[in-house]
């Protein structure tokens, strides 16, 4: 038999061995896909205790309020950046990327949670979502936290009156003594000059996804998703001293700002703000439990 007729022969039974098989893909695996329960607390503590800790710039945090709105949650297949020696680039002093970036492709979403819920991230008790998550049975490697607009608006809207955090609480250092209140809204205040197409351009439905948040679980059917938000993760850096010029309500109670323009721009401590809820390390932790509402 002639080479042309042996490659002809060869296709002709691949592709036999295909049509057998059935449709394959990077998304189908085979796996049953079910529903699931999610929740979203404050981290495990005593709630008869104040929430009091102290930063690493020295001052003592005592808060009264952290109201937190996160949603949807995704479940992703792909592996976080910091294993193995890609964690050397803090070190180096390079800037680590996640997700978006076309080199690293965006994974696999095989769970996701399509709503989005409000609790109290003082309090350890778990609040649920107000829907159910679906899940396909496989190892899952990092988590997806968005912290979309309210239901109804586009992910890329700009102006939004939502906060994504609302806290409120005192500082102390010293003979210091610092009241404050803030809500971290994701608006227009955080975005860049940049135009689109530009490498530092950031799109504000990139600024509203936490991509890359490590956890490792396999899925079963029957389980609940939990996340817990650690809120001293968001004061990691503050420091309080930078608030003097800010407004203040009449009691003293300075109030954080952000802003990109007028007399007053965005704060330090508001910074930190933002800069914890959209860290992927240190701010959630999310696990997997074999019992619903664990």
């Given amino acids: 038999m ?7 022969s060869l296709l002709a039974f691949s592709a036999a061995l295909l049509l057998s098989l059935g449709p394959v893909g990077c998304g189908s695996t085979g796996s049953a896909r079910f529903a699931f329960t999610a929740t979203a ?7 008869t205790q104040p929430f009091s800790f102290v930063n690493e710039t020295g001052w003592s945090i ?19 950046l910091n294993d193995g020696p890609i964690s050397l680039l803090p070190r180096l002093g390079v800037r680590r990327a996640f997700g978006d970036d076309d080199h690293l492709g965006g994974g696999r979403e095989v769970g996701e949670v399509l709503g989005q819920v409000t609790f109290d991230a003082l309090a350890p008790t778990p609040t649920p979502f107000p829907v159910s998550g679906t899940m396909t049975q ?4 990092t988590a997806e936290i968005w912290l979309w607009p309210p239901p109804g608006q586009a992910p890329e809207t700009l102006n939004i009156e939502s906060p994504s955090v609302d806290v409120a609480g005192e500082a102390v250092r010293g003979d210091a003594r610092i009241r404050f209140r ?12 940049a135009k689109p197409g530009d490498r530092s351009a950031q799109p504000v439905a990139s600024l509203r996804k936490v991509r890359g948040v490590p956890t490792t679980f396999f899925p079963t059917q029957g389980g609940s998703l939990a996340i817990r938000f650690d809120v001293r993760a968001l004061f990691r850096g503050a420091e309080f001293s930078n608030l003097a010029a ?8 300075k109030i954080l700002v952000q802003s990109r323009t007028g007399r007053l721009t965005t704060d330090q401590v508001m910074r930190n703000l933002f800069q914890g809820l959209r860290a992927s390390t240190g701010t959630y932790a999310v696990r997997w439990s074999e019992r619903q509402g664990d």
């Avoid at 607390?41 to 709630?47: K, L």
């Avoid at 709105?69 to 792909?78: E, Q, R």
């Fill in 62 to 80: 005592t808060l009264t309020r952290a109201n937190v709105t996160l949603g949807p949650v995704y479940l992703n297949v792909i592996a976080p």
């Fill in 138 to 141: 496989e190892q899952i490697r």
């Fill in 41 to 47: 607390a404050g981290i495990e503590r005593d709630p």
């Fill in 182 to 193: 803030g809500a971290l809204i994701l608006n227009d205040a955080w975005t860049t000059d």
């Fill in 246 to 253: 800010n407004p203040a309500d009449r009691d003293g109670t």
């Fill in 2 to 8: 002639r080479p042309p007729l042996i490659l002809a």
